[in-house]
């Protein structure tokens, strides 16, 4: 890899062979990041030489963890619209408001990224099989990816998890388990059978090739904002590879000489079912515990224990950031209102984002010169549809129809 120097923990800075698998640091068991030579991809390309590429992740390619000349395991994902939200704005007295809509990817989220990426070094790597943990979308992509490179891949969710995720990876033939209990259970039995059946363990952060496809959403936001960055940034955590991604992006960027600007503010939200970033944010603690009963509709939002807490925790301090818990109630009303206002229909994890707004407006912690970016992690149509007034039946004469519907609309 040209211009990957090495692999480095994150914690206590020992450096690993890019040219093995990497898991956790060998150290300290902490998660791994992939190091470049940034002077050396700045002096090679141009920031302007971007824009005449294939749009997608892989006009990054130089930052990112591929051989040279060598094909990455795609569907297309990336290159995703930052939308302008003017009507949203409006609603909560804002003048600069963007949606990033990671729900346009393949898979219908940014999960399609961080799979396309690791999937991608797994089979450079020779690895036989790919194994996940996963609240759903995560597991889907995996799938997807595997059965785009010809790898066998399984996958482990609770058994509440989204039927279209789990289909999605039934359908690409990958062997799915179902289990009791959380992503957390889910990533103890990965882990156990990854290393008996010698498979690679894709759980969140605990290989660093996912990071390094998730980073692609941070670097295309630099460029859709002209090289510049918002002021505020908000992104709906679970396990936290967007949030880390998207940091790690503008701080190599920054590195390269490409971003002058500061980082963004970083705003992880939560559910308040499940919200050990937030507690331990409040708390002021260095890394998170594991949250008790974890419940929220927002099946990506729950992970009661996130393996990169610490990292996650630091990137909030870093930018005089913030976390935030919000209700189911306040998440189901905001993916109604994002709909109605803008169109955009999104996955309940991405609601949270946009009711987190509600919750700093009340602070009155939103000024209305802020540039904001809402990260949208995924579409709404992989989920159940939300209870919503049903259509109305139209009686069978054409005639009768007819002044039915225009006695609706009328009124
Ligand atoms: C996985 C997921 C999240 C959370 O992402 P992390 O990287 O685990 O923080 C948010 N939204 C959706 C739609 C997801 O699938």
Same mark, same amino acid.
């Given at each position: 890899m040209r211009f990957v120097t090495h692999i480095e923990c994150t914690r206590c800075g020992h450096a690993h062979d890019p040219t093995r698998v990497a898991? /956790?640091?060998?150290?300290?068991g902490q998660m791994l990041a992939v190091r470049y030579d940034l002077g050396q991809v700045a002096a090679h390309v141009r920031?302007?030489?971007?824009?005449?590429? /294939?749009?997608?992740?892989?006009?990054?390619r130089e930052l990112l963890?591929?051989?040279?000349d060598e094909e990455p /395991?795609?569907?297309?994902?990336?290159?995703t619209p930052l939308l302008p939200l003017p009507r949203l704005a409006a609603h909560f007295g804002l003048r600069h408001l963007w949606a990033k809509?990671?729900?346009?990817n393949p898979t219908g989220t940014f999960k399609a990224r961080g799979l396309s990426m690791a999937i991608t070094r797994a089979r450079s790597l020779g690895t036989r099989g790919v194994m996940i943990p996963s609240a759903g979308n995560a597991g889907g992509a995996a799938a997807v990816y595997a059965a785009r490179a010809g790898l066998r891949a399984a996958v482990v969710v609770p058994r509440e998890t989204p039927a279209a995720a789990v289909a999605e990876a039934l359908i690409a033939g990958a062997r799915v388990f179902t289990i009791e209990g959380s992503i957390a259970t889910a990533g103890q039995v990965v882990s156990g059978s990854a290393a008996a059946l010698g498979w690679f363990d894709l759980s969140t952060l605990k290989e660093p090739y996912r990071l390094e496809g998730k980073k692609t959403i941070g670097l295309e936001l630099a460029e859709q904002l002209e090289w510049t960055t918002p002021d505020l940034l908000i992104y709906p955590t679970g396990g936290g590879t967007g949030l880390l991604g998207i940091a790690k992006a503008y701080e190599e960027l920054r590195a390269m000489g490409w971003l002058q600007r500061p980082l963004p503010r970083f705003v992880a939200v939560q559910a308040e079912g499940c919200a050990p970033v937030v507690r331990a944010w409040l708390e002021k603690a260095a890394t998170t515990t594991p949250w008790e009963h974890p419940v929220t509709s927002a099946a990506g939002l729950r992970v009661p224990a996130p393996f990169a807490g610490r990292q996650i925790l630091e990137v909030l301090r870093a930018t005089s950031g913030g976390a935030i818990a919000v209700s189911e109630a306040a998440i189901a009303d905001a993916q109604r209102l994002l709909a109605r206002l803008e169109g955009v229909w999104v996955a309940p994890e991405a609601a949270a984002a946009v009711s987190a707004l509600g919750v700093l407006k009340d602070r009155r912690d939103?000024?209305?010169d802020l540039r904001i970016v809402l990260i949208v992690t995924g579409t709404g149509i992989k989920y159940v549809p939300p209870a919503l007034p049903s259509p109305l039946a139209l009686p069978r004469s054409d005639d009768a129809a007819v002044a039915t519907i225009c006695r609706a609309l009328r009124e």
């Open positions: 898991t /956790v640091c060998g150290t300290c920031r302007d030489q971007l824009s005449a590429r /294939v749009p997608g992740m892989y006009r990054f963890p591929l051989l040279p /395991v795609t569907l297309g994902e990336g290159g809509d990671e729900g346009q939103l000024s209305s």
